[in-house]
């Protein structure tokens, strides 16, 4: 068993002291192990990031050609209707054309900002 004196620090950083502060109260203590916690937090984060990072870019440099089979996909895509559009040859309804086209004088065309 531990006496008051002896503190188990295997834990902690060293430069961390766990006995008490000349006040009497643990709040330093505790706020300077919380904000290295989220250090260290961050830490790996930014690890785990570059190691994504890494492995995204060693898959870069293994792939061939992108942009040959880039322009192959573009050339397949637009040489076909899209399926969900219908296809006409000109407005079903005429009426319906109006709201498409522009003014048809100038001075007709007054937008009012109140």
Do not use: Y
Not at 91 to 108: A, I, M, T
């Amino acid at each position: 068993m531990q006496t008051d004196g002896e503190q188990n620090n295997l834990s902690l950083p060293p430069s961390i002291n766990l006995q008490n502060d000349a006040s009497g109260d643990g709040r330093a203590l505790a706020s300077e192990v919380k904000g290295k916690h989220r250090i260290v937090a961050e830490l790996k984060r930014f690890e785990q990031e570059t190691k994504f990072l890494e492995e995204e870019l060693e898959k870069l440099e293994k792939t061939d050609h992108v942009s040959t089979a880039c322009q192959q996909l573009i050339q397949n895509v637009e040489s076909r209707p899209d399926p969900l559009l219908p296809v006409t040859n000109g407005p079903v309804n005429q009426s319906w054309e109006r709201w498409f086209e522009g003014p048809q004088e100038s001075q007709s065309c007054r937008c009012w900002i109140l």
